[in-house]
Structures are given as structure tokens and as C-alpha cells.
């Protein structure tokens, strides 16, 4: 029986749906919520029939919408159903207006070690623009919250990129954000995604993109002026303090096994990707059936997971990728290129590849 290590569970609700963000996420009553949980905890009955889910779990992670939105009895019986003690990682993202002190404490009762707070900007204006339902005042004062809760692993979340924001106004969210001192960094630039507000208000013209030469004059100041403050930039969009990068995270791009559980989750169990469906109405009658949600499923071959171990291993900046037969020729031409970097018998990215990362990538599909 395959053994679970790892484990994703998403949580789709949010407050309010901000103007840039496609993740799966509802407006839910406390009822709505309750329910979503009981179907949950079926989900994972079923998965403990099927795998192998006594096992100490190495990393499990609350990802959504809005898992803060939780309340601390649901995160309970949720947690019950996993083995894991003081060295699993376990991640909650936060919404700075869902906390209280109360509520962070309680989250470190339960064993959660690990908070991954949604700051993306300090600029007030910046953030009702966003639909931030915080002000910046207010993400301060819970990541100090935090702090006194108890907290030892904090990550914060930064956009950039953003409509109209200029250099300067980046690097005072850069100044605010180190002066924090969080563990760990994830930073975006902004993704127009269909379906949002944002892209609508791009289609009528009454938004602008950011220009490409600025955006990457902007990650490329990022870039140094985190790695000056002591910051590892391990992974395309995300710097940590030396030991704190994201081990959850980490298993995506190592291409690891995991569970994922919950509407519109992922999961890679053996050799099957999987997706789970995106509409309530769908997940529910699934597990009514007791038959798993999943939506899609991709069984990948030998020569698959070969592929995805360039598409993916390539985003971890310190990681050697020794290429087999098949992929060396397109490493070194890569390498010529000024793309990679040799290593050891293997290549990491270069800082062309890291600012080329799309034409790069492209290399590697459909090969
Ligand atoms: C699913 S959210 C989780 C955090 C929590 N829901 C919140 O927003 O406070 C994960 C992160 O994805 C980023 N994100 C969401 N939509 C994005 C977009 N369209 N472009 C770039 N980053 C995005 C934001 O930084 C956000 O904090
Ligand atoms: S960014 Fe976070 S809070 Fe905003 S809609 Fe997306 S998931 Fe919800």
C-alpha cells in the first residue's frame, strides 16, 4: 500500500474574491463551510482505504482561498485524521483580516508550525485597488501577532507588477517587508487571468500592463536587494533564510508524491496526476457515491516524469539537475546558449534562464 507523506488541503472560501485572483473560492456561510468540512473528512476516509495514511506526515499544508476563514474545531478534526507531531511542517495560509491573537494561538496548540500570511502590498491605495479586504496597519500587526504566538516560520506574500506601481513604490513594500524579518518570501508578479476583474478592466483598456522592461528591471532589484539581506533565493519566486524554505512547496518541484484533498485540489499519488472537480455540486454527489472527486487524471510514463523532472527541477535554483541521455544534448546546447550553468556533472539555471524562464522552459516540451 502506498505510504502518504505529504499531504495539500484546500480550503474554497474566501471573504471577498480580490480583483486579480482565478483560485477556486466562494463565498461560504458558516453552514456552507460546515458542510464542506464534513465532505472533507469523507474524502480522507476514503483515501485511508485506499493508501496508507499512518504514516508521521512530513509536511501537510492549508492552502485556498481562504483557510483562515476555518474555524479552529473544523482545523481539528481535519488534523485528527493525520499522524504527524512537532517536525511536520504545517502550513496555513492567512488572510490578514480572517486572525486574531486568539486564533494564532490556538493554531499553535493544534501544531501548526508554519503561517503563510497575504500581505502583497504595504501601499494602502494599492491594496483596495487589489479588493484587499486589510489595510497595510492591519498585516503588520498580525504578522507581530504572529510573532507573539508563537510563530517561528512566517512567510509572507508580495505582488509586484502591479498597475501603475512604479519602482520607487516597490521598493518601499521591499523596505517594510524585510524590515519584518519574515523566515520566508513568496513573490509574484502580477498574472492577468481570464475570468478576474483585472483582466476584464485590461480588455475594455481601462487598465495598462506593466511594461516588460520595467517588470524586469523590477524582479531583477528583487532579486538583489533580497539576496543583500541575507535572503536565499532558492526558487524562481521565493527567497528564504538559510533552513526555512518551504518544504511543502518543495515537493512540487522535486516532483514527489503527495495527497491533495478538497474542491478543485491536485494530487500526484504513484504515477497518476490527478484533479479534483472545480464545482461544489460535483465534488458533493462524488463523495455521496463514495467515489473520490477527481475530475481528471493523467497517467504519466517513465519518459513523463523524466520530462517533468527539467520542467520543474529547473525552478529550484541550487538544485543540480544531472540530465540523462535523451536531454544532455539539449543541455548543452542550453548551456552554450548562456542559459545554464554547469555544475558538477549537472546544470542550474543561469541568470539569463531565471529572467528567460518562459523561452527557456518552452526547451523542454514536446521534446
Ligand atoms: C491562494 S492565495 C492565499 C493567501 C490568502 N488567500 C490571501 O490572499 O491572503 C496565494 C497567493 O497567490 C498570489 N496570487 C493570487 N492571484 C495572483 C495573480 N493573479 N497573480 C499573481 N499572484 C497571485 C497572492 O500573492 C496570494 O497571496
Ligand atoms: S488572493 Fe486570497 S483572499 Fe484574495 S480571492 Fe484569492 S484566495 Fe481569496
Known amino acids: 500500500m502506498l505510504k502518504i507523506y505529504n499531504t495539500y488541503i484546500h480550503i474554497p472560501f474566501c471573504e471577498r474574491k480580490c480583483n486579480y485572483c482565478d483560485f477556486t473560492s466562494l463565498k461560504g456561510t458558516d453552514s456552507q463551510i460546515e458542510k464542506y468540512v464534513n465532505y472533507l473528512l469523507k474524502e480522507i476516509d476514503i483515501y485511508s482505504r485506499k493508501y496508507d495514511l499512518s504514516e508521521k506526515q512530513d509536511t501537510i499544508y492549508f492552502g485556498g482561498g481562504t483557510p483562515s476563514l476555518l474555524p479552529i474545531d473544523n482545523l481539528k478534526k481535519i488534523l485528527s485524521k493525520f499522524y504527524y507531531d512537532k517536525d511536520t511542517e504545517i502550513t496555513i495560509e492567512v488572510n490578514p483580516k480572517t486572525v486574531d491573537i486568539n486564533k494564532l494561538k490556538e493554531y499553535r496548540k493544534l501544531g501548526i508550525n508554519r503561517l503563510s500570511i497575504g500581505i502583497q502590498t504595504f501601499d494602502d491605495d494599492n491594496l483596495k485597488f487589489l479588493g484587499r479586504i486589510h489595510n497595510s496597519q492591519e498585516a503588520i500587526e498580525v504578522y507581530n501577532m504572529a510573532r507573539k504566538s508563537g510563530f517561528e516560520n512566517i512567510s509572507l506574500d508580495i505582488m509586484f507588477s502591479l498597475p501603475n506601481q512604479t519602482l520607487t513604490m516597490l521598493q518601499n513594500d521591499l523596505e517594510k517587508l524585510v524590515n519584518l524579518n519574515p523566515n520566508h518570501i513568496s513573490i509574484y508578479s ?93 465534488y458533493y454527489e462524488s463523495l455521496n457515491r463514495n467515489i473520490l472527486p477527481i475530475d481528471e ?66 526547451n523542454f516540451i514536446d521534446i
Open 190 to 282: 502580477l498574472i492577468w487571468e481570464e475570468g478576474t476583474k483585472f483582466f476584464r478592466d485590461l480588455k475594455s483598456g481601462k487598465l495598462k500592463e506593466t511594461d516588460n522592461d520595467l517588470e524586469a528591471s523590477m524582479y531583477e532589484y528583487i532579486i538583489e536587494f533580497l539576496k543583500s539581506k541575507g535572503y536565499i533565493h532558492y526558487e524562481i519566486s521565493n527567497f528564504s533564510k538559510q533552513g526555512f524554505e518551504s518544504r511543502h512547496n518543495s515537493i512540487y518541484w522535486e516532483n514527489k508524491n503527495y495527497l491533495g484533498v478538497g474542491l478543485s485540489a491536485a494530487g500526484y499519488l504513484a504515477n497518476v496526476r490527478y484533479k479534483n472537480f472545480f464545482h461544489l455540486k460535483d
Open 297 to 362: 487524471k493523467e497517467i504519466l510514463t517513465e519518459e513523463d516524469i523524466e520530462q517533468y523532472r527539467y520542467l520543474v527541477g529547473f525552478r529550484l535554483l541550487n538544485k543540480i539537475i544531472v540530465p540523462n541521455k535523451k536531454y544532455l544534448e539539449k543541455c548543452v546546447s542550453l548551456h552554450k546558449e548562456g542559459y545554464l550553468i554547469e555544475r558538477e556533472n549537472g546544470y542550474i539555471l543561469s541568470h539569463k534562464g531565471l529572467m528567460l524562464f518562459n523561452d527557456f522552459i518552452s
